[in-house]
C-alpha cells in the first residue's frame, strides 16, 4: 500500500543507509589489523639493533682477546728461546717462573678468546635470523598497507555511491531536517530506524501503544506525516495485518472515534471513551530526540 510516499521513501533510505553505515565501521576498523603488524615490525627491528650492538661490542672484544693472545703466545715462546741460552740455575729458575705464568695467561687468554669467538657465531645466527624476521614483517606490513589502501579506496568509493543513491531516493519527499534526524536514528539503532507497529504493538521495541495513539498514528499516516515510537523514538507506521494474526498484537479495546471505519478495528465491542488516553504515556522513559 503506498499509504505514505514519506515512509515508502524511509524505508528505502533506511537499506542504503545501514550499508553505508556498514562500510563506515569497516572503514574505521579496517586499519587494526595494520597497526597491530607495525607493532610488530617496531619491537623485531628494536630486537634486531639490540643484537647488532651486542653483536659489534663482542667483535671488539675477540678484537682484543686476539691481539692480548697474540702479546701472551709472543711472551712464551720468546722465554722458551732464552731458556736456550741460560748459564746459572737461578737465572734458569726465574725464567722457568715467567715461563710458567706466561704459558697460563696464554692458555687463559685462548680460552677466553675462543669462548667470545663461539659467542660471536652465535650472535651472528641470531642475527640473521632476526633480519630474516624483520623482513618477513616488513613485507607483510607493506603488502597489508597497499590492500589496505586499495581496500579502502574501494570502500570509499562505495559510501560515495551510497550518499548519492541516497540523494537520489530522498528526492524533493525528505526534508534535510528529516533526512538528517533520520540517519541518526538509523545509525543508533543498528541500522532499523524504521519500523511498523502491528496491531498496537511496535516491531522496534515491542512496547504495547495506546490505542489511541495508534488512531492517531493511522490518521497521520493518511496525511503523509511522520510519527515517532514514544518509547524508542524509531519512526513507526502502521501495517496491516490479516485479522487473526493483528488480534495477537491487540490489548485494548477502542474503536476509532471519528469514522475511520475502515481500519481492521472491526468487531471491537462498545465503544470506550479515547480521552482515557492518558497522554503521559506518550513520552516515556529512553525516548530520545535525534
Ligand atoms: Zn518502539
Known amino acids: 500500500m503506498s499509504d505514505n510516499d514519506k515512509l515508502e521513501c524511509l524505508r528505502e533510505l533506511q537499506k542504503v543507509l545501514s550499508e553505508k553505515f556498514d562500510l563506515e565501521i569497516q572503514a574505521e576498523t579496517l586499519p587494526a589489523d595494520l597497526r597491530k603488524e607495525e607493532t610488530l615490525l617496531k619491537e623485531a627491528n628494536e630486537k634486531y639493533l639490540e643484537l647488532n650492538e651486542r653483536y659489534k661490542a663482542v667483535t671488539d672484544e675477540v678484537k682484543s682477546l686476539s691481539i692480548r693472545y697474540e702479546d701472551a703466545f709472543n711472551a712464551r715462546t720468546g722465554y722458551e728461546k732464552q731458556m736456550e741460552y741460560l748459564n746459572t740455575q737461578r737465572e734458569y729458575e726465574a725464567l722457568s717462573k715467567q715461563l710458567d705464568e706466561a704459558r697460563i695467561q696464554e692458555a687463559t687468554l685462548l680460552k677466553q678468546r675462543t669462548s667470545k669467538t663461539q659467542e660471536l657465531e652465535r650472535l651472528q645466527g641470531d642475527l640473521q635470523a632476526q633480519e630474516t624476521v624483520c623482513d618477513e614483517i616488513k613485507a607483510r606490513v607493506d603488502e597489508e598497507r597497499s590492500k589496505i589502501q586499495a581496500h ?139
Do not use: W
Not at 543498528?190 to 515491542?206: A, N, R, S, W
Open 152 to 290: 579502502l579506496d574501494e570502500i570509499a568509493a562505495s559510501i560515495e555511491e551510497k550518499e548519492a543513491a541516497c540523494e537520489r531516493i530522498k528526492g524533493e519527499t525528505i526534508s534535510e531536517e528529516l533526512y538528517a534526524k533520520f540517519c541518526n536514528i538509523v545509525r543508533k539503532k543498528k541500522g532499523l530506524g524504521i519500523v511498523p507497529v502491528h496491531g498496537q504493538v511496535c516491531m522496534g521495541c515491542d512496547r504495547v501503544l495506546p490505542m489511541q495513539f495508534v488512531i492517531d498514528l493511522r490518521l497521520k499516516q493518511q496525511s503523509n506525516e511522520i510519527e515517532y515510537c514514544p518509547y524508542c523514538s524509531r519512526i513507526i507506521y502502521y501495517e496491516e495485518l490479516p485479522e487473526d494474526i493483528e488480534k495477537n498484537y491487540i490489548f485494548e479495546q477502542l474503536e476509532p472515534s471519528k469514522g475511520e471505519g475502515k481500519s481492521s478495528g472491526e468487531g471491537e465491542g462498545q465503544k470506550s471513551d479515547s480521552d482515557s488516553y492518558d497522554e503521559s504515556m506518550g513520552m516515556g522513559e529512553g525516548f530520545e530526540d535525534f
